[in-house]
């Protein structure tokens, strides 16, 4: 279980040694997320936790801050304000209200904020819980403890439910999709969409089954779309994936505006990696996994290949003059340029 150390000012100066580039509220918050988490689980309830708040739980080299917690609910439970009563008597938290911003669409979710008293300047401060009410469906699932080197923790461990990384690779595709099913581009929201592209280049490092992948993509679009009343399909949303990848590997000679959405989003997003540290060559790298990845799904693929820092790239060309533009990366960003050219092979078959 979490210690009640972890919530006092001490605790967070231990932990701000090791990333000092970052802004401390952002760490505590990141610390009140997790205990919100545990004592949401403590209390009782069964849910999936879900989101990238859920990667610090899989990664120990999962290198982001997240400020709130997202849950899958198959229905609202009749006890849940007594949960959330429970959670404040306990002491961290000194009380909770419902968050009644606009969902997108018919998105079936509520929000809630649970305040508390900053240890840096006194402050009430809230920690958001989002819950989706979702079916569970076909989800790739496993237990895990609430652990992570920004909580001292002390035996008992508490166990949370969460999806596979294939499973939340899937999920979060649907996401980096600013057309479609995504965060949409001119909404304030840019960071969220490089917080998913952040994501899903972390997850494809640790892909392993593309069923998995697959299933939960399709699984999720099919909510995404309806919730929105979308006629589109499935591969109109991996479209829409593969073209903002591409979009942030021209650097703003395709699709400019879009571009410039995209580097504010960047920008914005530094203060959430750990010491601030993600660049456009950062963001490049992983728009070519994703985009790999898509073209993966679209061709029915069961396997893909991985970057070796051994693999030779001399004869490996580029060969279509209407993707000169990413050739440079042959030289500049050999791990990129490896998983573009697999892409674009994909696309020319």
Do not use: M, Q
């Given at each position: 279980m979490i210690t009640r150390n972890s919530a006092s000012k001490e605790w967070l100066d231990t932990v701000m040694k090791s990333y000092k580039k970052n802004d401390p509220?952002?760490?505590e918050k990141t610390i009140m997320a997790l205990t919100l988490l545990e004592q949401l689980s403590v209390e009782g309830l069964d849910f999936i936790f879900k989101g990238g708040t859920s990667l610090m739980l899989l990664l120990d080299s999962y290198?982001?801050?997240?400020?709130?917690?997202d849950i899958l609910l198959p229905d609202k439970p009749k006890n849940l304000e007594y949960i959330f009563n429970r959670i404040c008597n306990n002491g961290v938290?000194?009380?909770w209200f419902e968050d009644k911003r606009k969902t997108p669409s018919d998105v079936p979710k509520t929000h809630y904020g649970f305040v508390r008293e900053s240890v840096l300047d006194g402050r009430e401060?809230?920690?958001f819980l989002?819950?989706?009410y979702q079916e569970v469906g076909t989800r790739s699932l496993l237990r895990v403890p609430v652990r992570h080197r920004v909580i001292e923790t002390a035996p008992p461990d508490v166990l949370v439910t969460i999806q596979t990384l294939d499973a939340l690779l899937g999920d979060k595709l649907t996401a980096f999709a600013p057309n479609t099913t995504g965060i949409p581009y001119g909404t304030g929201k840019e960071a969220e969409i490089i917080k998913q592209l952040f994501d899903?280049?972390?997850l494809f490092d640790n892909l392993a089954d593309l069923d998995v992948v697959r299933k939960s993509f399709v699984q999720n679009c099919m909510f995404e779309l309806g919730y929105r009343k979308l006629d589109l399909s499935e591969v109109d949303v991996l479209n829409d994936c593969i073209d903002t990848a591409i979009t942030l590997a021209y650097r703003g000679a395709y699709k400019r505006e879009q571009f410039s959405y995209l580097m504010t989003g960047i920008k914005a997003f530094k203060a959430f990696s750990f010491n601030s540290s993600f660049?456009?060559?950062d963001a490049i790298k992983s728009s070519a996994k994703v985009a790999y990845l898509v073209q993966l799904m679209k061709a029915g693929k069961g396997r893909h290949e991985k970057f070796r820092e051994t693999i030779d790239l001399r004869d490996v060309n580029i060969t279509n003059p209407s993707w000169n533009k990413l050739k440079k990366l042959k030289k500049?960003?050999?791990e990129a340029f490896f998983y573009l050219f697999n892409a674009l092979k994909l696309i020319e078959q």
């Open positions: 509220g952002i760490v290198n982001r801050f997240s400020l709130d917690i938290f000194k009380s401060r809230a920690v989002d819950i989706l899903l280049g972390v660049s456009l060559e500049t960003d050999p």
